[in-house]
């Protein structure tokens, strides 16, 4: 079946460490996209990658990472450098705009301790 | 940048009732989705909109973009437990290349017996 997977679903960290969030999808997709949820808000835009090896900053990049080796992977790292961390992370993908919606993965909890 | 109002925030309605969840864009709309998301969990694609006066229907579920496309409403019709869950309508934010979405930040939805 073709979908996201993000791993892991929960994710413990302490502060001051930096921790990867997974995202891979097997729809074929060129974009990939990874989003931020805090309670009572709506998503927003971390980076965003239209093909391989390039990638660009959204609303809320400082204090994250991300590269983009394949097509297939979107690794997103949260930094020691983010203030805020703990939040639901969440990963999309998408074919080319207009042709159809963003897909979404199943999410990541982070929580910093 | 565009803003996305959603309303009502929190809505509670009774089995077999019938509601509607509003989303106000401060520009125009250039296609406008609308995800339903349990919580924890990813979101879930409902339904896109792209020309003014459209409509599209799904189960119980219909959604409306305005003729000036500013506006869009979500209607369900004989609301069912399983519909309960957070709404969220994103729209189409063009990028350099490709797109992402705006999101507003949800409307919560109960449905009780």
């Known amino acids: 079946d073709g979908g996201i997977t993000q791993s892991p679903k929960y994710l413990f960290r302490k502060e001051g460490q930096n921790v990867t969030l997974s995202c891979e999808q097997n729809l074929n997709h060129d974009a990939m996209y990874w989003y931020r949820q805090d309670p009572g808000q709506g998503l927003r835009l971390i980076y965003y990658?239209?093909?391989?090896?390039?990638?660009q900053k959204g609303d809320i990049a400082e204090g994250y990472s991300v590269s983009r080796e394949k097509k297939e992977s979107f690794p997103l790292t949260v930094t020691s450098a983010q203030k805020n961390p703990t939040a639901f992370y969440l990963c999309?993908?998408?074919?080319?705009?207009?042709?159809?919606?963003?897909?979404f993965g199943p999410g990541t909890r982070l929580t910093v301790l | 940048s565009q803003e996305l109002e959603q309303s009502p925030q929190s809505l509670i309605v009774q089995e077999g009732k019938n509601l509607t969840i509003n989303c106000t864009s401060s520009?125009?709309?250039?296609?406008l989705y609308w995800y339903k998301q349990k919580y924890g969990e990813g979101l879930i694609f409902l339904m896109m909109l792209q020309k003014g006066g459209e409509e599209k229907s799904h189960e119980k579920i219909t959604a409306k973009l305005d003729e000036k496309k500013q506006q869009s409403s979500l209607h369900i019709t004989a609301s069912q437990p399983s519909h309960a869950g957070i709404y969220l309508c994103?729209?189409?934010?063009?990028?350099?290349?490709?797109?992402?979405?705006?999101f507003g930040k949800g409307t919560s939805l109960l449905v009780t017996p």
């Open positions: 990658s239209q093909i391989v090896n390039d990638f």
């Open positions: 999309a993908s998408s074919p080319p705009w207009g042709t159809d919606t963003q897909y």
């Open positions: 520009k125009t709309l250039y296609g």
């Open positions: 994103g729209a189409v934010l063009p990028l350099n290349s490709g797109y992402a979405l705006n």
